[in-house]
């Protein structure tokens, strides 16, 4: 029944190792998205994909990678954990992101990965 | 460029009483707004969302919000706090990227209510 999903929901791991996160989503949705909330509950979008295309790449480093293998899912990978990247990762989906048209677009969140670098 | 401001990083309020959060936009174009709530340890979750018409709009949980625009707010409301409703409450602009959507979130009121 869940709309959005992530996995893992919790990850620990050390400074230097390369680590994945998944997310699907079962809304038929066409635009899927990559945020990052800080320590100090900042939300910001990292990537934006329509219909496995790449849409936004908010200045993101390139140890992060994401891949879209099917527009229900939008990977994400991160090579050489570094402390900094300590953070949630929330994916989120809309029905359209390129529309223009308010309801295609509004987001809908999954329930968050939260990623501990030591 | 788009921008939201949330003036109040805290709000502490008994239960039963009034709350209103506020939220204050800028931008040079037509705006779609929200308020997303995040739970202790949870994902956000959709409150309620301004895309036209009505300036007051009606959300879950008895939450509503009216879009002002000559002031440039969206004011979050609720006439009777309970404890369930102490969260973390984010207003989002939605800016329109080139080629797609994405949210400009504010930096978040977490709602305390005490007994």
């Known amino acids: 029944d869940t709309a959005v999903s992530q996995t893992p929901k919790y990850l620990v791991t050390q400074m230097g190792n390369d680590k994945s996160i998944k997310c699907e989503q079962n809304?038929?949705?066409?635009?899927m998205y990559w945020y990052k909330q800080d320590s100090k509950k900042f939300l910001k979008i990292m990537f934006s994909?329509?219909?496995?295309?790449?849409?936004i790449n908010e200045t993101v480093p390139n140890r992060f990678s994401p891949k879209s293998p099917d527009k229900a899912h939008l990977n994400l990978h991160i090579n050489s954990l570094e402390l900094g990247d300590s953070a949630v990762y929330f994916c989120?989906?809309?029905?359209?992101?390129?529309?223009?048209?308010?309801?295609?677009?509004?987001?809908?969140f999954g329930p968050g990965t939260r990623l501990l670098v030591l | 460029a788009q921008s939201v401001t949330q003036l109040d990083s805290q709000v502490p309020v008994f239960e039963e009483a009034p709350v209103e959060l506020r939220c204050n936009y800028s931008?040079?174009?037509?705006?779609?707004l929200f308020w997303y709530v995040q739970y202790p340890n949870q994902g956000l979750q959709l409150l309620l969302k301004?895309?036209?018409?009505?300036?007051l709009v009606k959300g879950i949980n008895g939450f509503e919000a009216e879009f002002n625009k000559s002031q440039t707010s969206f004011h979050l409301r609720k006439p009777s706090v309970h404890i369930s409703d102490t969260a973390e409450y984010f207003c989002?602009?939605?800016?329109?990227?080139?080629?797609?959507?994405?949210?400009?979130f504010g930096t978040g009121t977490l709602l305390a209510v005490q007994p």
């Open positions: 989002a602009v939605s800016s329109w990227a080139g080629a797609t959507n994405k949210l400009i």
């Open positions: 301004y895309l036209s018409g009505s300036t």
């Open positions: 989120a989906s809309s029905q359209d992101g390129r529309t223009g048209r308010a309801n295609k677009e509004t987001q809908y």
């Open positions: 994909y329509n219909n496995k295309e790449l849409i």
């Open positions: 809304l038929g949705h066409d635009t």
């Open positions: 931008s040079s174009v037509s705006v779609y």
